[in-house]
């Protein structure tokens, strides 16, 4: 039977790992959302493409920060 370490210990590198995927998630929807608007709005020089990524990145940033600060939270308890 797992004791509750080992099981905090899993739980806490299967949050580590979900982590990237989530920023690549982020950071990708907002690059295509980007890209629609730029081929809706016909606009020559990318530019929604362009803000909409930074703005994805800066999300993406935001929630890896958020998440490793509760996952020090847990650790201290």
Same mark, same amino acid.
């Given at each position: 039977?797992?004791?509750?370490?080992?099981?905090?210990?899993?739980?806490?590198?299967?949050?580590?790992?979900?982590?990237?995927?989530?920023?690549?998630? $982020?950071? !990708?929807?907002?690059?295509?959302?980007?890209?629609?608007?730029?081929? &809706?709005? %016909? =606009?020559?020089?990318?530019?929604?493409?362009?803000?909409?990524?930074?703005?994805?990145?800066? $999300?993406? !940033?935001?929630?890896?920060?958020?998440?490793?600060?509760?996952?020090? &939270?847990? %650790? =201290?308890?």
């Amino acid at each position: 039977m797992d004791n509750p370490q080992k099981k905090r210990a899993r739980n806490k590198w299967l949050t580590l790992i979900n982590i990237p995927i989530k920023m690549g998630v $982020i950071v !990708f929807l907002f690059a295509y959302l980007g890209r629609w608007l730029d081929e &809706k709005y %016909d =606009n020559p020089h990318h530019i929604y493409v362009k803000i909409s990524t930074l703005v994805g990145v800066a $999300i993406a !940033f935001y929630n890896l920060n958020r998440q490793l600060k509760e996952i020090n &939270k847990s %650790d =201290n308890q």
